[in-house]
């Protein structure tokens, strides 16, 4: 009963083709105004129980609105109205509908707003986007604890062609401006910060979503480095998501350093309207074939349409990317699998119009210490990452009964450090790990040959075998324990990020582990300083009346459902050494941090040893 709970979630969020048509009509519509975008989609049913509701919390929303800004009190008071009109209408299709078309409002309200700031708050001229002419097949760039690389099975791609590098916008960005490889196609802090340090200018710094709010002041280069704060110390970007009628919740409180969801202009105009600001980390843009969900909220239906919003949103187009120029971007990026679940929108004789396969791989490929991550019979690097693809599809290795093929669940999600697990390292005939620490001692004569390797690769191999096979006592995890019914799940760092060899989650299945709450309880050993909060209240569903506080309402934002609320995508875990920080929120600075809270969150007991080796292991994914 409880797996076919989990069933329906699941299966609730994947787009209808059908209603996917529907989605692109409703898109031709991008420039209408917000409000608009939220009035075309009202939607009944869920809506039944919270007339009253709202009516209870609409007095104590009024005191803390109205201690916030009283000017917005007109609007609120039309919220029942509203709603008596919403009641009226006919129960429409399913809920797993609705979410389909709330995605489609949600996004098409991002990028309206900004495409309207786009006139209000003017930067000033962009630097040119520097862009290698060329990226090799492999190509190889220094990071943090070593080299990461990126390979194309189909060979180099010469940037000047493909429109993933070209500027198609007003502000001078290109998709590469955020997605780089040096980064693992995503944005460092350290790099955002080095940018900024050598060109204020560089068009990563644009008012629209690199500041703290586009109304921020950037007159002088004090006011700049204030105004980018966020984007140099944590890598975040500003997201810009609307409020809906019919979400279960309204805002009752916020708490913004910023003043952006307080100004009408660029935040709310209602408990339940205008616009909230997240600041989330940039997803990687390689190793796309293994996704299962496409955002950290998953709101976005497939690669094609991703690149249109973001080409009209980061990039403050007049006008979406060219059919052509999609297919670039999307040639250059690979395949999702994502997408073949939807209808595919250029008729193309593949889903992506790309053989499954082709387009990028990104992992790291040498660590400092331990060496090159391929040796010895080892399966680090890009390249046999790529060979990975073949084997995915949505559901592979799922623990709770949502493989298709029905085979059973193996914690043992990363094989590729297996043959280090040999004291010596030299291949797999010791096998076992109770000798390393002897062997160890043979490495330390000679630090700088081959044997200086061995303590840090039986490091790496230990810290693989912690993820595979720590016990993690998982509580409290919305999306988990909640769908399931079960309060306590006994599983492993593979639970959730199932997915072999690549460690994201196989499943479309939002989780929430913690990372977006605040208040009391904030999440352990992360630092969430300087992000907005949010108290949220249920007005109506199954848990009306629950109070929230988050730093980031997630998928809730595109569902509506209190339930959702914090719960993000389990991500791919290859690459990790050249993204920091991590989480949606950048609240780690470090891998260590990373495996901190896991320790204190779930209470799972790793000894120093146990730590260092998982941190060793992850900087070589
Ligand atoms: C201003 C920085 C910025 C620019 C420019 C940008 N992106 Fe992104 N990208 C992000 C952020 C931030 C996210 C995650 C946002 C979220 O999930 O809400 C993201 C997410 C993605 C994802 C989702 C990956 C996943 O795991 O779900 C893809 C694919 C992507 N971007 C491709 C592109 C393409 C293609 C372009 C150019 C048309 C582009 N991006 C331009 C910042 C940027
Ligand atoms: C209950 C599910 C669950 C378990 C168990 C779990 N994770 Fe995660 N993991 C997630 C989710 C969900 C995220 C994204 C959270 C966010 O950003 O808000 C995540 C994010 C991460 C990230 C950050 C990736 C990035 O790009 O920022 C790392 C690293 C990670 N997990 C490692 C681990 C390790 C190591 C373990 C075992 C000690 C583990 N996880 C156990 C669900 C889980």
Known sequence: MGQSNLMHDVIHDVPKAGKLGRGFGH???????????LQREPRRGRITTSSQQSHTAGSSFR???????????????????????????PLGPSWADDEVTSAVAAVASEVAQKQKLRALFPDPTASVQTTPSVIPQLQIDGDSSGMIATFQPNGSTPTAGNAFFQPLGSNGRTCFTCHQPQDGWSLSAQHAQARFNSDPNDPLFRRVDGATCPSADVSTLAAQRAAYSLLTHKGLIRIGLPMQSTMEFQIHDVSDPYGCDNNPVTGLT????????????????????????????????????????????????????TPSERQQIVGFEGCTTALSTTANPLDLPFPCGTPKGTGIFTAQIHDDSAGGLTDAGTNGGPVALATRITKFFIGTNDPLGLNPTGAAFNPVIFDLYDAWASATNAGSQDGGEGDQSGQGQNGEGDGSGQNGTVAPRSAIA????????????????????????????????????????????????????????????????????????????????????????????????????????????????????????????????????????????????????????????????
């Open 462 to 621: 230990r810290g693989q075998h912690v993820f595979n096979s720590v016990l993690i006592n998982i509580t409290g995890v919305g999306g988990l324990n909640d769908v399931l019914n079960r309060p306590s799940i006994s599983g492993f760092c593979g639970t959730c990020h199932d997915t072999p060899d690549v460690g994201n989650h196989s499943v479309k299945a939002p989780l929430n582990i913690g990372i977006a709450n605040a208040g009391p309880n904030s999440p352990p050993a992360l630092d969430i300083s300087g992000l907005p909060v949010f108290t949220l209240w249920c007005t109506s569903g199954s848990m009306a009346g629950t109070m929230f506080q988050v730093t980031d309402v997630g998928r809730a934002m595109i569902s509506g459902k209190c339930a959702d609320i914090g719960k993000v995508k389990g991500p791919v875990l290859r690459g990790l050494a050249a993204r920091a920080p991590y989480f949606h929120n950048g609240s780690a600075a470090t891998l260590s941090d990373v495996v901190e809270f896991y320790n204190q969150r779930f209470g799972i007991g790793l000894t120093a040893q146990q730590k260092a080796d998982l941190v060793a292991f992850l900087n070589a994914l």
């Open 63 to 89: 005191r803390s609105w109205l201690a916030w800004r009283s000017v917005s009190w007109l609007r609120i008071r039309f919220g029942p109205l509203a709603l008596a009109v919403l009641l009226a209408a």
């Open 270 to 321: 209602g408990s339940k309207s205008g616009i909230l600001s997240f600041y989330r980390r940039v997803l990687p843009s390689t190793n796309l074939g293994f996704l299962s969900t496409i955002m950290w909220d998953g709101r976005e239906p497939d690669l094609f349409q991703q690149s249109v919003d973001a080409t009209l949103g980061h990039a403050q187009s007049a006008s979406a990317p």
């Open 27 to 37: 898109r031709g519509g991008l420039t209408e105004g917000i409000e608009a975008a």
